[in-house]
């Protein structure tokens, strides 16, 4: 095998770098979302009660306590929640996205592998090719069959190398890809509990605030 690829050429380096570098990032990212809970251990449901129920301190401690980006996030929207609804929504959204893009790190690197895996394999494949024609230049007419078909298929195998390190890379990514955009929907939907469960209580607090008011009209 070592034999084989010493005779793609030059390029047949930088192309299994490229496959190394690519499995490690793919490893480092699957471990990182095995070990991540987007949206903890039922933290929505009871900051989300916490908040219906006025106590606003116990949902900033569980929020707080919670090491995952669900709970990074409601710290963040608990900082601003007695501010307008344009502020607080602001925040949340700025917070959702610095999330997901830490959970996309990496992924722009893998998908750029996979696009110049298989261009540096055709470029050696075309640095081949120059150099078996170079060397029926030199023999004249006297073409060898066999040396130009050992030239061709050598030229060749760096297209075939770089094609089988940018498939693999490009389904890593897709499937990278794909969780990213899940873990975002569940950050979105808990975001948008978060604001149902602080618009509920505005409007029982108004509710409270106008019954005495009804109160003494009806008195009058």
């Given at each position: ?180 955009d899940r873990y975002e929907a569940q950050l ?33």
């Amino acid at each position: 095998m070592f034999d084989l690829l010493a005779k793609g050429g030059v390029l047949v380096g930088p192309i299994l770098l490229c496959s190394v570098i690519a499995l490690a990032l793919f490893l480092e990212r699957l471990i990182r979302f095995s070990r991540v809970k987007i949206r903890g251990n039922g933290l929505v449901h009871q900051v989300s009660r916490y908040l219906k129920d006025g106590e606003d301190h116990q949902a900033y401690e569980r929020a707080s306590r919670d090491a995952s980006p669900m709970g990074r996030i409601f710290t963040q929207a608990m900082e601003v929640k007695d501010q307008d609804r344009e502020t607080l929504e602001t925040v949340l959204a700025h917070a959702t996205e610095a999330e997901t893009r830490e959970l996309s790190r990496y992924l722009q690197a893998l998908a750029t592998i996979g696009n110049i895996a298989p261009l540096l394999g055709l470029l050696g494949t075309v640095l081949g090719m120059i150099k078996a024609f170079m060397v029926i230049q030199e023999m004249g007419g006297k073409v060898n069959a066999a040396v130009l078909a050992g030239g061709i298929w050598e030229a060749m195998l760096t297209t075939a190398l770089g094609l089988a390190v940018a498939l693999p890379t490009m389904v890593a990514h897709s499937y990278l890809v794909a969780r990213v955009d899940r873990y975002e929907a569940q950050l979105q939907e808990g975001t948008v509990v978060f604001l149902k469960s602080i618009g509920s209580r505005s409007r029982d607090q108004g509710r409270i605030d106008a019954a005495p008011s009804l109160s003494r009209e009806t008195r009058n």
